[in-house]
Protein backbone atom coordinates (compact mmCIF):
# COMPACT_ATOMS: atom_id res chain seq x y z
CA UNK A 1 0.00 0.00 0.00
CA UNK A 2 1.50 3.39 -0.85
CA UNK A 3 1.70 6.07 1.59
CA UNK A 4 -0.94 8.82 1.32
CA UNK A 5 1.31 12.10 0.77
CA UNK A 6 1.89 14.99 3.57
CA UNK A 7 -0.44 17.41 3.56
CA UNK A 8 1.84 20.54 3.87
CA UNK A 9 1.24 24.67 3.97
CA UNK A 10 3.87 26.42 3.19
CA UNK A 11 3.12 30.19 3.62
CA UNK A 12 5.37 32.73 1.81
CA UNK A 13 3.36 36.12 1.21
CA UNK A 14 4.62 37.02 -2.31
CA UNK A 15 6.73 36.58 -4.95
CA UNK A 16 10.34 37.88 -5.39
CA UNK A 17 11.61 36.30 -9.08
CA UNK A 18 14.64 37.57 -7.70
CA UNK A 19 14.24 36.96 -3.95
CA UNK A 20 16.46 33.77 -2.33
CA UNK A 21 13.49 32.21 -0.20
CA UNK A 22 11.04 32.32 -3.49
CA UNK A 23 13.67 30.27 -5.23
CA UNK A 24 14.16 27.97 -2.39
CA UNK A 25 10.25 27.55 -2.45
CA UNK A 26 9.99 26.78 -5.85
CA UNK A 27 12.59 24.29 -6.09
CA UNK A 28 11.21 22.75 -3.12
CA UNK A 29 8.07 22.05 -4.25
CA UNK A 30 9.24 20.50 -7.61
CA UNK A 31 11.50 18.02 -5.27
CA UNK A 32 8.90 17.31 -3.17
CA UNK A 33 6.39 16.53 -5.39
CA UNK A 34 4.67 13.33 -5.17
CA UNK A 35 5.84 12.64 -1.62
CA UNK A 36 4.51 16.14 -0.37
CA UNK A 37 1.20 17.87 -1.16
CA UNK A 38 2.05 21.29 -0.80
CA UNK A 39 -0.40 24.17 -0.92
CA UNK A 40 1.33 27.41 -0.66
CA UNK A 41 -0.50 30.52 1.48
CA UNK A 42 0.12 33.85 -0.31
CA UNK A 43 -0.83 36.90 -1.25
CA UNK A 44 0.08 36.37 -4.83
CA UNK A 45 2.87 33.87 -6.86
CA UNK A 46 4.18 33.09 -9.89
CA UNK A 47 2.12 30.30 -11.88
CA UNK A 48 3.37 27.03 -11.19
CA UNK A 49 2.66 23.59 -11.73
CA UNK A 50 3.30 20.76 -8.68
CA UNK A 51 0.78 23.00 -5.48
CA UNK A 52 -2.44 24.64 -4.87
CA UNK A 53 -2.85 28.11 -3.74
CA UNK A 54 -4.53 29.67 -0.88
CA UNK A 55 -4.68 33.47 -1.62
CA UNK A 56 -4.89 35.63 1.61
CA UNK A 57 -4.85 38.99 0.70
CA UNK A 58 -6.31 41.58 2.82
CA UNK A 59 -5.98 44.98 2.27
CA UNK A 60 -3.39 47.33 3.70
CA UNK A 61 -1.78 50.99 3.85
CA UNK A 62 1.75 50.61 4.47
CA UNK A 63 4.27 47.86 5.36
CA UNK A 64 3.20 46.99 9.69
CA UNK A 65 -0.42 47.17 8.11
CA UNK A 66 0.92 44.37 5.79
CA UNK A 67 2.50 42.30 7.68
CA UNK A 68 -0.03 42.15 10.58
CA UNK A 69 -2.92 41.89 8.13
CA UNK A 70 -1.58 39.04 6.29
CA UNK A 71 -0.44 37.54 9.69
CA UNK A 72 -4.11 37.81 10.86
CA UNK A 73 -5.36 36.62 7.53
CA UNK A 74 -2.91 33.62 7.35
CA UNK A 75 -4.30 32.64 11.16
CA UNK A 76 -8.13 33.05 10.01
CA UNK A 77 -7.37 30.57 6.47
CA UNK A 78 -5.79 28.19 9.07
CA UNK A 79 -8.11 27.50 11.39
CA UNK A 80 -10.88 26.71 8.42
CA UNK A 81 -7.95 24.26 6.57
CA UNK A 82 -6.36 20.64 7.46
CA UNK A 83 -3.17 20.61 6.96
CA UNK A 84 -0.61 17.46 8.12
CA UNK A 85 1.75 20.29 8.84
CA UNK A 86 2.30 24.31 8.41
CA UNK A 87 5.60 25.36 7.69
CA UNK A 88 5.95 29.53 7.72
CA UNK A 89 8.37 31.38 5.93
CA UNK A 90 7.16 34.75 7.23
CA UNK A 91 7.47 35.36 11.05
CA UNK A 92 3.97 34.51 12.07
CA UNK A 93 3.50 32.29 15.65
CA UNK A 94 1.14 29.79 13.74
CA UNK A 95 3.01 27.07 12.30
CA UNK A 96 4.45 23.34 13.22
CA UNK A 97 7.86 24.25 11.21
CA UNK A 98 9.67 27.64 10.70
CA UNK A 99 12.30 27.78 8.07
CA UNK A 100 14.75 30.81 9.08
CA UNK A 101 15.66 31.83 5.13
CA UNK A 102 15.40 35.59 6.33
CA UNK A 103 17.73 34.69 9.19
CA UNK A 104 17.67 36.52 12.47
CA UNK A 105 16.25 40.09 12.75
CA UNK A 106 17.98 40.79 15.83
CA UNK A 107 21.36 39.70 14.28
CA UNK A 108 20.73 41.63 10.97
CA UNK A 109 20.27 45.14 12.89
CA UNK A 110 23.39 44.50 14.70
CA UNK A 111 25.22 43.82 11.60
CA UNK A 112 23.57 47.01 10.21
CA UNK A 113 24.12 49.53 13.00
CA UNK A 114 27.64 48.52 11.86
CA UNK A 115 27.91 50.56 8.76
CA UNK A 116 25.57 53.63 9.98
CA UNK A 117 26.07 56.64 12.07
CA UNK A 118 24.50 57.96 15.12
CA UNK A 119 21.66 59.25 13.77
CA UNK A 120 20.75 56.26 11.25
CA UNK A 121 21.30 54.33 14.06
CA UNK A 122 18.35 56.06 16.18
CA UNK A 123 16.55 55.77 12.94
CA UNK A 124 16.85 51.76 13.09
CA UNK A 125 15.55 52.27 16.67
CA UNK A 126 12.67 54.56 16.78
CA UNK A 127 11.30 52.36 13.24
CA UNK A 128 7.68 50.76 13.30
CA UNK A 129 8.61 48.01 11.09
CA UNK A 130 11.80 46.44 13.07
CA UNK A 131 9.73 47.21 16.25
CA UNK A 132 6.83 44.70 14.78
CA UNK A 133 9.51 42.49 13.29
CA UNK A 134 11.24 42.07 16.55
CA UNK A 135 8.11 41.60 18.47
CA UNK A 136 7.26 38.83 15.57
CA UNK A 137 9.97 37.15 16.27
CA UNK A 138 9.71 36.80 19.31
CA UNK A 139 6.27 35.60 19.74
CA UNK A 140 7.00 32.89 16.92
CA UNK A 141 10.13 31.04 18.73
CA UNK A 142 8.46 31.37 21.88
CA UNK A 143 5.43 29.59 20.55
CA UNK A 144 4.27 26.42 22.16
CA UNK A 145 3.27 25.47 18.51
CA UNK A 146 6.61 25.68 17.07
CA UNK A 147 8.34 22.18 17.08
CA UNK A 148 10.87 22.79 14.33
CA UNK A 149 13.17 25.11 13.21
CA UNK A 150 14.65 25.16 9.56
CA UNK A 151 18.04 26.77 9.32
CA UNK A 152 19.88 27.22 5.83
CA UNK A 153 23.28 27.39 7.39
CA UNK A 154 25.25 26.62 10.83
CA UNK A 155 25.61 30.38 11.56
CA UNK A 156 21.94 30.69 11.63
CA UNK A 157 21.24 28.05 14.07
CA UNK A 158 24.04 29.59 16.05
CA UNK A 159 22.60 32.90 16.00
CA UNK A 160 19.32 31.12 17.13
CA UNK A 161 20.68 29.74 20.14
CA UNK A 162 22.47 32.81 20.91
CA UNK A 163 19.64 35.04 20.80
CA UNK A 164 16.73 32.45 22.12
CA UNK A 165 18.81 29.78 23.73
CA UNK A 166 16.66 27.53 21.04
CA UNK A 167 17.29 24.14 22.18
CA UNK A 168 19.41 22.18 19.52
CA UNK A 169 17.00 19.43 18.88
CA UNK A 170 14.50 21.78 17.68
CA UNK A 171 17.10 23.18 15.03
CA UNK A 172 17.86 21.29 12.07
CA UNK A 173 20.47 22.56 9.55
CA UNK A 174 19.45 21.62 6.09
CA UNK A 175 20.94 23.35 3.05
CA UNK A 176 19.06 24.25 0.13
CA UNK A 177 19.25 22.06 -3.10
CA UNK A 178 20.91 23.28 -6.33
CA UNK A 179 20.46 21.32 -9.80
CA UNK A 180 23.84 21.08 -10.69
CA UNK A 181 23.26 20.13 -14.55
CA UNK A 182 20.83 23.53 -15.00
CA UNK A 183 23.98 25.44 -13.60
CA UNK A 184 26.48 23.57 -15.55
CA UNK A 185 29.90 25.71 -16.80
CA UNK A 186 29.56 24.23 -19.89
CA UNK A 187 25.97 26.08 -20.35
CA UNK A 188 26.88 28.90 -18.53
CA UNK A 189 30.40 29.89 -20.56
CA UNK A 190 27.73 29.52 -23.67
CA UNK A 191 27.69 33.38 -23.81
CA UNK A 192 31.09 33.67 -22.30
CA UNK A 193 32.75 36.02 -25.57
CA UNK A 194 29.25 37.19 -26.68
CA UNK A 195 28.91 39.15 -23.31
CA UNK A 196 31.95 40.33 -22.38
CA UNK A 197 32.57 41.52 -26.09
CA UNK A 198 28.89 43.35 -25.69
CA UNK A 199 30.13 44.85 -22.64
CA UNK A 200 34.42 46.11 -23.98
CA UNK A 201 35.76 43.37 -21.68
CA UNK A 202 38.87 41.52 -23.73
CA UNK A 203 39.10 38.03 -22.71
CA UNK A 204 42.24 37.90 -20.62
CA UNK A 205 40.54 40.38 -17.81
CA UNK A 206 39.50 39.40 -14.91
CA UNK A 207 35.97 40.18 -14.02
CA UNK A 208 34.11 39.71 -10.91
CA UNK A 209 29.96 39.15 -11.08
CA UNK A 210 27.61 40.55 -8.24
CA UNK A 211 24.48 38.79 -8.49
CA UNK A 212 21.26 40.16 -6.69
CA UNK A 213 19.09 42.96 -5.45
CA UNK A 214 19.39 45.16 -2.15
CA UNK A 215 22.45 46.89 -3.15
CA UNK A 216 23.07 48.23 0.08
CA UNK A 217 22.73 45.06 2.57
CA UNK A 218 24.39 42.62 0.36
CA UNK A 219 27.48 44.91 -0.25
CA UNK A 220 27.80 46.94 -3.64
CA UNK A 221 29.71 49.85 -1.75
CA UNK A 222 32.34 47.52 -0.74
CA UNK A 223 32.47 45.93 -4.16
CA UNK A 224 33.17 49.03 -5.69
CA UNK A 225 35.67 50.19 -2.78
CA UNK A 226 37.82 46.93 -3.11
CA UNK A 227 37.38 47.51 -6.79
CA UNK A 228 38.98 50.91 -6.38
CA UNK A 229 41.76 49.68 -4.20
CA UNK A 230 42.81 47.28 -6.06
CA UNK A 231 43.86 49.13 -9.10
CA UNK A 232 44.97 47.39 -11.90
CA UNK A 233 42.17 46.39 -14.91
CA UNK A 234 40.04 44.13 -13.20
CA UNK A 235 36.47 44.38 -14.26
CA UNK A 236 32.90 44.22 -11.88
CA UNK A 237 29.41 43.66 -13.45
CA UNK A 238 26.65 44.58 -10.75
CA UNK A 239 23.92 42.24 -12.01
CA UNK A 240 20.25 43.14 -10.52
CA UNK A 241 17.74 45.78 -9.77
CA UNK A 242 17.86 48.47 -6.88
CA UNK A 243 15.80 51.73 -6.58
CA UNK A 244 19.15 53.52 -5.66
CA UNK A 245 21.46 52.14 -8.33
CA UNK A 246 22.22 55.81 -9.39
CA UNK A 247 24.02 55.92 -5.78
CA UNK A 248 26.52 53.63 -6.28
CA UNK A 249 27.19 54.59 -10.16
CA UNK A 250 27.75 57.57 -8.64
CA UNK A 251 30.04 56.42 -6.24
CA UNK A 252 31.76 54.25 -8.77
CA UNK A 253 32.11 57.80 -10.37
CA UNK A 254 33.79 59.58 -7.59
CA UNK A 255 36.05 56.34 -6.82
CA UNK A 256 37.35 56.59 -10.62
CA UNK A 257 36.40 53.15 -11.88
CA UNK A 258 33.19 53.95 -13.73
CA UNK A 259 34.54 52.80 -16.79
CA UNK A 260 35.48 49.56 -15.10
CA UNK A 261 31.83 49.02 -13.82
CA UNK A 262 28.99 47.48 -15.80
CA UNK A 263 25.48 47.76 -14.10
CA UNK A 264 23.13 45.56 -16.09
CA UNK A 265 20.35 45.78 -13.99
CA UNK A 266 17.90 42.71 -13.60
CA UNK A 267 18.39 40.14 -16.49
CA UNK A 268 16.19 37.14 -16.49
CA UNK A 269 18.53 34.51 -17.29
CA UNK A 270 21.57 34.72 -14.50
CA UNK A 271 22.99 31.41 -15.98
CA UNK A 272 24.86 34.03 -18.65
CA UNK A 273 26.28 35.79 -16.25
CA UNK A 274 28.09 33.82 -14.01
CA UNK A 275 29.65 31.86 -17.13
CA UNK A 276 31.13 35.25 -18.34
CA UNK A 277 32.38 36.12 -15.18
CA UNK A 278 35.66 34.74 -13.52
CA UNK A 279 33.97 34.81 -9.45
CA UNK A 280 30.95 35.60 -7.46
CA UNK A 281 31.73 38.92 -5.68
CA UNK A 282 28.89 38.98 -2.61
CA UNK A 283 30.31 41.21 0.64
CA UNK A 284 26.78 40.50 1.68
CA UNK A 285 26.75 42.66 5.53
CA UNK A 286 24.27 39.83 6.55
CA UNK A 287 22.54 36.75 4.26
CA UNK A 288 21.59 33.46 5.77
CA UNK A 289 22.77 31.58 3.12
CA UNK A 290 22.72 33.12 -0.47
CA UNK A 291 21.30 30.85 -3.74
CA UNK A 292 23.91 32.93 -5.62
CA UNK A 293 26.53 31.41 -3.98
CA UNK A 294 25.17 28.06 -4.52
CA UNK A 295 24.41 28.95 -8.37
CA UNK A 296 27.98 30.39 -9.00
CA UNK A 297 29.57 27.17 -7.28
CA UNK A 298 27.51 25.01 -9.79
CA UNK A 299 28.70 27.12 -12.51
CA UNK A 300 32.50 26.55 -11.58
CA UNK A 301 33.41 29.98 -10.70
CA UNK A 302 34.58 30.49 -7.03
CA UNK A 303 32.74 32.70 -4.32
CA UNK A 304 34.38 36.08 -2.52
CA UNK A 305 31.95 36.53 0.03
CA UNK A 306 31.95 37.71 3.91
CA UNK A 307 31.81 36.43 7.37
CA UNK A 308 28.07 36.54 8.20
CA UNK A 309 27.01 35.13 5.33
CA UNK A 310 25.91 31.26 5.26
CA UNK A 311 27.94 30.78 2.16
CA UNK A 312 31.10 31.14 4.20
CA UNK A 313 30.55 27.51 5.63
CA UNK A 314 31.40 26.32 2.31
CA UNK A 315 34.89 28.12 1.50
CA UNK A 316 38.33 27.05 1.68
CA UNK A 317 39.99 30.10 1.63
CA UNK A 318 42.08 30.24 -1.61
CA UNK A 319 40.65 26.64 -3.10
CA UNK A 320 37.74 27.81 -3.61
CA UNK A 321 37.24 31.43 -2.95
CA UNK A 322 38.09 33.76 0.18
CA UNK A 323 36.06 35.23 3.18
CA UNK A 324 36.84 38.67 4.56
CA UNK A 325 34.31 41.08 6.71
CA UNK A 326 31.79 42.48 5.05
CA UNK A 327 33.26 45.87 5.41
CA UNK A 328 36.84 45.18 4.45
CA UNK A 329 37.46 46.50 1.15
CA UNK A 330 41.30 46.33 1.62
CA UNK A 331 41.35 42.69 1.99
CA UNK A 332 38.85 41.75 -0.41
CA UNK A 333 41.53 44.75 -2.47
CA UNK A 334 44.50 42.44 -1.90
CA UNK A 335 42.76 39.40 -3.14
CA UNK A 336 41.73 41.21 -6.81
CA UNK A 337 45.01 43.06 -7.13
CA UNK A 338 46.65 39.41 -6.63
CA UNK A 339 44.57 37.62 -9.30
CA UNK A 340 44.48 40.22 -11.98
CA UNK A 341 43.49 37.97 -14.89
CA UNK A 342 40.92 35.49 -15.87
CA UNK A 343 43.67 32.75 -15.95
CA UNK A 344 44.08 33.38 -12.60
CA UNK A 345 40.97 32.64 -11.24
CA UNK A 346 40.73 29.43 -13.29
CA UNK A 347 42.27 27.07 -11.64
CA UNK A 348 39.59 27.25 -8.69
CA UNK A 349 36.92 26.42 -10.83
CA UNK A 350 36.94 22.71 -10.01
CA UNK A 351 37.36 23.17 -6.34
CA UNK A 352 34.49 26.13 -6.68
CA UNK A 353 31.45 22.94 -8.18
CA UNK A 354 33.04 20.27 -6.24
CA UNK A 355 31.58 22.30 -3.36
CA UNK A 356 28.12 21.98 -3.86
CA UNK A 357 27.63 17.98 -5.86
CA UNK A 358 26.40 16.73 -2.64
CA UNK A 359 23.54 19.20 -2.05
CA UNK A 360 21.36 18.13 -4.85
CA UNK A 361 17.03 19.21 -4.78
CA UNK A 362 17.17 14.86 -4.18
CA UNK A 363 19.33 15.41 -1.24
CA UNK A 364 17.28 18.34 -0.35
CA UNK A 365 13.96 16.84 -0.12
CA UNK A 366 14.70 13.78 1.95
CA UNK A 367 15.93 15.58 4.30
CA UNK A 368 12.68 17.71 4.50
CA UNK A 369 10.76 14.48 4.08
CA UNK A 370 12.60 12.65 6.49
CA UNK A 371 11.99 15.71 9.13
CA UNK A 372 8.28 15.67 8.24
CA UNK A 373 7.98 12.29 9.01
CA UNK A 374 9.24 12.40 12.37
CA UNK A 375 6.97 15.62 13.16
CA UNK A 376 4.40 13.63 12.37
CA UNK A 377 5.51 10.55 14.16
CA UNK A 378 6.01 12.38 17.24
CA UNK A 379 2.08 14.63 16.95
CA UNK A 380 0.31 11.12 16.13
CA UNK A 381 2.54 9.76 19.64
CA UNK A 382 1.74 12.34 21.46
Sequence with gaps: MSLQPIRLAIIRQKYNPSGGAERFVSRAIAALAG??????????????????????????????????????????????????????????????????????????????????GPLK????????????????????????????????????????????GMPEDKLHVIYSGIDAEAFHPERARAQRTVLREQLGIPADVATLVYVGSGFERKGVATCLKALALAGGDTRLVIVGHDKRAKRYQALAQQLGIAQRVHFTGAQKNVLDWYGMADA???????????????????????????????????????????????????????????????????????????????YSPVAMAERLTGLYQALLADKRTS
Excluded at 280 to 304: H, M, Q, R, W
Excluded at 305 to 314: I, L, N, P, R, V
Aim: glycine letters at 6%; proline letters at 5%; charged letters at 25%.
Design 280 to 358: LFLPTLYDPFPNVALEAFACGIPVLTSTKSGAAEFVEDGRNGYVRDALDAQGFADIIAWRPKAADWAGMGEAARATILP
Design 35 to 116: SVEVTLVTRKWEDHAGYQSLIVNPPYLGSVWREWSFARGVKAALAKADFDLVQSHERIACCDVYRAGDGVHREWLAQRRRQL
Design 121 to 164: RLGLLINPQHHYSLAAERRLFTSPQLRAVICNSRMVKEELQHWF
